[in-house]
């Protein structure tokens, strides 16, 4: 059965970075294209950026470009979005979340469970 | 404040059927499907209706989804407790300023 699985929660101080890693299985890894999606408390969703395990090729929300990197690892089926200079804005729950390809006619079908990432002094 | 416009919340009572509607602009809805996705407290979205009106196996045929326009809308028929959740509508907004996924801002739905 298709899983993604992330790592556990991090607590950063204000202008830190945070790694996250999002651990998939039950599929092909280079097939789809994994996606960040972050949720602030009590708050919507936010697409952060995708990045294809095919190749390394990746596209970040204007919002988060110049801060966010996201990479990969196919030898262990393995995600990572890396975002620097934390503030307490970007205290969320991180989501992984797969599409088959990146047009407008895709979906998210699967998510990982989330990551919780708290930036506090 | 969310590019794409939900009620915050909806209710009704046990078999009642209820909509949550989805409002954006041609660069958003009106030029891509839309897809929709359940929150239950606590736990990782979960995608619930795709391409507009398409349910994954596994959904109920009691949730459908609808779009015209630039306007989508989600019904949920014979409502049940488990229902009780945050809704999210999503799809692709190709805007010049800088194209990417965005979603509705979630309504919360209260079985009553």
């Known amino acids: 059965q298709v899983q993604l699985v992330q790592s556990g929660t991090e607590v950063k101080k204000p202008g830190a970075s945070v790694k996250v890693s999002c651990k998939t299985s039950?599929?092909?890894?280079?097939?789809?294209?994994i996606h960040w999606v972050r949720q602030a408390p009590g708050q919507g969703l936010e697409w952060m950026g995708w990045?294809?395990?095919?190749?390394?090729?990746?596209s970040y929300a204007q919002k988060f470009q110049g801060r966010v990197t996201m990479t990969r690892d196919t030898s262990i089926s393995t995600s990572h979005m890396e975002l620097a200079r934390l503030t307490s804005d970007d205290t969320a729950v991180y989501y992984c979340a797969r599409t088959f390809g990146f047009s407008g006619n895709v979906f998210f079908d699967y998510w990982g469970q989330g990551t919780l990432v708290t930036v506090s002094s | 404040q969310s590019v794409l416009t939900q009620p915050p919340s909806a209710s009704g009572t046990p078999g009642q059927r209820v909509t949550i509607s989805c409002s954006g602009s041609s660069s958003n809805i009106g030029s891509n499907p839309v897809n929709w996705y359940q929150q239950l407290p606590g736990a990782a979205p979960r995608l619930l209706i795709y391409r507009n009106n398409q349910r994954p196996s596994g959904v109920p045929d009691r949730f459908s989804g609808s779009k015209s326009g630039t306007s989508a809308s989600l019904a949920i028929s014979g409502l049940q407790s488990e229902d009780e959740a945050d809704y999210y509508c999503?799809?692709?907004?190709?805007?010049?300023?800088?194209?990417?996924?965005?979603f509705g801002g979630g309504t919360k739905l209260t079985v009553l």
């Open positions: 990045i294809n395990p095919n190749g390394g090729g990746t």
């Open positions: 999503a799809t692709w907004d190709g805007s010049l300023n800088g194209p990417s996924w965005v």
């Open positions: 039950g599929y092909t890894f280079t097939g789809y294209f």
